[in-house]
T-cell receptor, first 115, second 113 residues
Framework: AQSVTQLGSHVSVSEGALVLLRCNYS??????LFWYVQYPNQGLQLLLK??????LVKGINGFEAEFKKSETSFHLTKPSAHMSDAAEYFC?????????????FGQGTELSVKP | GAVVSQHPSWVICKSGTSVKIECRSL??????MFWYRQFPKQSLMLMAT?????????EQGVEKDKFLINHASLTLSTLTVTSAHPEDSSFYIC?????????FGSGTRLTVV
């Protein structure tokens, strides 16, 4: 079975500050890990994903995440927050990266950005 | 890129009626689609996996007779909420997985009054 835990349901940062959203996973098989962003009343947009290979993954909008197997973590970071980054962020895990695999989501973290 | 279109974006219906939500893959074929439900300020909960040409696989605790799923073609899956009640009000999102990754529809806000 797979599961995801996001530490902190709400994170608030100042504009220009570092963004750090935490995600820990549990998986009995090599995990495929994803970060999604959701704006109000909209679907999910993929920020980045880890499948295999390089453990530091770069995504859209300046976000990146590092897969740390020893810590079972996949934290999302961005060096400098923008007001437009305010949204809900979801970490997710799957046992594959293609058709048929279930995507299991964490509880979500709401990011607020203060001017 | 892979696009999933979900329709309608929002719907209001009376208690006791049924509502159908459509999920289409526009530029790829999807043998499998997923339906999620999201309550306000909460995460996405997988309801069922929709398989083209066969019965859907429902997650534990999801009422099969309440949430009817049909996946009649490689580009269309539908979710019908039957005899809707106010507690069925929620945000429903579909997803499909083209070659690599998952693509989500824009969601449907269902309000049952």
């Amino acid at each position: 079975a797979q599961s995801v835990t996001q530490l902190g349901s709400h994170v608030s940062v100042s504009e220009g500050a570092l963004v750090l959203l935490r995600c820990n996973y549990s998986s009995s098989v090599p995990p495929y890990l994803f970060w999604y962003v959701q704006y109000p009343n909209q679907g999910l947009q993929l920020l980045l994903k880890y499948t295999t290979g390089a453990t530091l993954v770069k995504g859209i909008n300046g976000f990146e995440a590092e897969f740390k197997k020893s810590e079972t973590s996949f934290h999302l970071t961005k060096p400098s927050a923008h007001m437009s980054d305010a949204a809900e962020y979801f970490c997710a895990v799957s046992d594959r990266d293609n058709q048929g695999g279930k995507l299991i989501f964490g509880q979500g973290t709401e990011l607020s950005v203060k001017p | 890129g892979a696009v999933v279109s979900q329709h309608p974006s929002w719907v209001i219906c009376k208690s006791g009626t049924s509502v159908k939500i459509e999920c289409r893959s526009l530029d790829f074929q999807a043998t499998t689609m997923f339906w999620y439900r999201q309550f306000p300020k909460q995460s996405l909960m997988l309801m069922a996996t929709s398989n083209e040409g066969s019965k859907a696989t429902y997650e534990q605790g999801v009422e099969k007779d309440k949430f009817l799923i049909n996946h009649a073609s490689l580009t269309l899956s539908t979710l019908t909420v039957t005899s809707a009640h106010p507690e069925d009000s929620s945000f429903y999102i579909c997803s499909a997985s083209p070659l690599g990754g998952y693509t989500f529809g824009s969601g449907t806000r269902l309000t049952v009054v």
